[in-house]
């Protein structure tokens, strides 16, 4: 082979790979009125991203389906509807296989639903509501809080940011999201 392509076949690889690794699974997403008809069935995209059209006014539920997320890991799911949010975090993926994971979100005039799911991990931060990259809030030590996902603008995203006891990688991440440092 020639160098050329034993550089493409290599670089081919590594794509697949990294796809492979960072992908997270489909889900199914069914979004229902308070009367429980269907207003909108989708599926999340490869970034854990769904949205709908246009709703009625009203309360609805947004249901998550998955039998591929991997067993162990854990995900934040973030829906929105206007200025609306409602998260959970430490969700299990075994619980979007046992019947789902259902939020409930009150919709208003000409508004949409948008949310994502987005496994707990450092190195894939969600969008906030505010439009910036969430900040991963680490379980601090005799907390019966789990880690977590917060908005970058939260007075606990804030204070985890200025902690001074941050690791070479912690920068690294926040450098990687865009997330810079209060007074920078």
């Known amino acids: 082979m020639t160098i050329m392509t034993r550089s493409a076949v290599f670089l081919m690889v590594l794509l697949a790979a990294g796809f492979a690794s960072g992908a997270l699974p489909k889900v199914n997403v069914t979004v229902a009125d308070s009367s429980g008809k269907a207003a909108y069935r989708g599926v999340t995209d490869v970034k854990g991203?769904?949205?709908?059209?246009?709703?009625?006014?009203?309360?609805?539920?947004?249901?998550?389906?998955?039998?591929s997320a991997p067993k162990g890991i854990h995900y934040s799911v973030v829906i929105s509807a206007g200025k609306k949010k409602v998260a959970a975090n430490g969700v299990a993926a075994e619980k979007f296989a046992a019947g789902g994971v259902a939020m409930k979100i009150d919709v208003g005039a000409g508004l949409n639903i948008?949310?994502?799911?987005?496994?707990?991990?450092?190195?894939?931060?969600?969008?906030?509501?505010?439009?910036?990259?969430?900040?991963?809030?680490?379980?601090?030590?005799?907390?019966?809080?789990?880690?977590?996902?917060?908005?970058?603008?939260?007075?606990?995203?804030?204070?985890?940011?200025?902690?001074?006891?941050?690791?070479?990688?912690?920068?690294?991440?926040?450098?990687?999201?865009?997330?810079?440092?209060?007074?920078?």
Not at 50 to 64: D, R, S
Not at 119 to 124: F, G, I, T
């Open 49 to 67: 991203s769904f949205a709908t059209g246009a709703l009625k006014p009203g309360n609805y539920v947004v249901q998550f389906n998955s039998s």
């Open 114 to 184: 948008s949310g994502q799911v987005a496994a707990e991990d450092k190195s894939s931060a969600p969008m906030g509501s505010n439009g910036k990259p969430m900040v991963w809030i680490a379980k601090k030590l005799g907390s019966n809080l789990a880690a977590h996902w917060a908005e970058s603008d939260s007075a606990e995203a804030k204070e985890a940011m200025t902690s001074t006891s941050m690791s070479r990688q912690d920068l690294q991440n926040r450098q990687s999201q865009g997330v810079t440092m209060p007074g920078n």
